[in-house]
């Protein structure tokens, strides 16, 4: 059940904010818009709790740069 509210979360901002924004004229428009909000904004910018309030892009770097000192 947890992880069904993780997507059930997730398919409501991406309807608040990429397919109730406007109409779309074809398909390939709108699956430009939901790979570019997902590539720009829910992965780069979005802080997630489990990942102490980093963003995913922030906690790789983080911890490719772990890995890296531990080479």
Do not use: C
């Not at 109409?23 to 997630?48: C, F």
């Not at 709790?49 to 922030?58: H, S």
Request: charged share 25%; proline share 1%.
């Amino acid at each position: 059940a947890g992880d069904n509210a993780a997507m059930e979360s997730f398919f409501s901002l991406l309807q608040k904010n990429v397919l109730d924004r406007r109409a779309w004229a074809n398909r390939e428009q709108l699956r430009v818009a939901i790979v570019t909000w997902i590539e720009r904004t829910y992965h780069r910018r979005r802080r997630q709790a489990r990942l102490g309030r980093l963003t995913p892009i922030e906690f790789e770097t983080i911890m490719n740069q772990n890995l890296a000192l531990a080479a």
